[in-house]
C-alpha cells in the first residue's frame, strides 16, 4: 500500500462526498492513474443530522463519526478529512481520539479568504454552521466584516441544501442563486461556500466567476494535496 492515503469521512451527504473526490482528480496534477493521490472514502450515510443535533436535540452523531474515523484509520488512512462542514463542530474531539493527521476545512477556508483581501465576507451555511459560529468567530478575529442572510434568507438556504440532498437541482439552485444575490446587495465581496451541498448548487456560477466564492470542498482538497505533497 502507499506511504500516504488521505481518509474522506463522508456520507453527508453523498453527494457532497462524490463533490469532494472529483476534486481530488481534478486538482492532482497527474498523467496517468497511478499519479493519482491515493483516497480511502467512508460514505456511510447513517450518521445523524449534524443541524438537528445542535439546534434541535437530536440524535449525537460524534459516537458514529468516531467509527468511522477508526475504520478509515485500520483500512490505512494516514491523514483524514472531512467531506462537511457542520461536522466540524465536532473537528477538535474527532482529532483527539485519532491517530493519525487531520486536516480542518475551516482553517483552509479562512486562510484562503484571508489571501484573497477582501473585508466584506459573507456565508452560505446551514443554520447549525451559523448558530455554532464555526465561521463568524474566524472571520471576525481577521478584523473583517461577517455577512449573513437575512433570517427568511436563511431558511431559504436550508430549504435549497435540503432540495439537494433530494435530487432537486433545479429548485435548489434557484433558491440559492436568491439567496446569493441578496447577500451581495447587503455588501458580500467574496462568498464562503460553507456547506458542501453549496459547490454543487451554485456550480455553474462558480463556472462563471470564480473569484466571487471561496468553496470550502476546494480549499480542502487543496490541503489535502498539499500535505500529500510534502509528507
Known amino acids: ?8 469521512l463522508g456520507g453527508m451527504g453523498p453527494a457532497a462526498t462524490a463533490d469532494m473526490f472529483q476534486k481530488f482528480i481534478r486538482l492532482t496534477p497527474a498523467d496517468c492513474d497511478q499519479a493519482h493521490i491515493p483516497l480511502l472514502i467512508s460514505s456511510i450515510p447513517d450518521i445523524p443530522d449534524r443541524t438537528r443535533c445542535i439546534l434541535a436535540n437530536g440524535e449525537d452523531p460524534a459516537i458514529v463519526m468516531e467509527n468511522y474515523v477508526k475504520g478509515l484509520e485500520n483500512a490505512g488512512a494516514t491523514c483524514i478529512i472531512i467531506a462537511c462542514n457542520t461536522a466540524h463542530y465536532w473537528f477538535d474531539h474527532l482529532k483527539q481520539k485519532s491517530r493519525v493527521e487531520m486536516l480542518s476545512m475551516i482553517d483552509s477556508t479562512i486562510d484562503e479568504v484571508v489571501k484573497r483581501g477582501k473585508q466584506r465576507v459573507g456565508l452560505l451555511a446551514t443554520d447549525a454552521t451559523l448558530a455554532t459560529g464555526l465561521y463568524q468567530k474566524r472571520i471576525e478575529a481577521q478584523g ?34 436568491k439567496q446569493r444575490d441578496e447577500l451581495i446587495q447587503l455588501g458580500a465581496e467574496v462568498i464562503i461556500l460553507g456547506c458542501t451541498e453549496v459547490p454543487i448548487i451554485l456550480a455553474r456560477e462558480i463556472e462563471q466567476e470564480s473569484e466571487r466564492y471561496v468553496d470550502s470542498t476546494l480549499t480542502l482538497v487543496r490541503s489535502a494535496i498539499d500535505w500529500y505533497q510534502t509528507h
Do not use: C
Open 144 to 177: 473583517l466584516t461577517f455577512i449573513r442572510p437575512t433570517e427568511l434568507g436563511q431558511k431559504e438556504v436550508m430549504e435549497s441544501i435540503y432540495l439537494l440532498k433530494s435530487g432537486e437541482t433545479d429548485k435548489a439552485t434557484e433558491l440559492m442563486i
Open 1 to 8: 500500500m502507499a506511504k500516504n492515503v488521505i481518509g474522506i
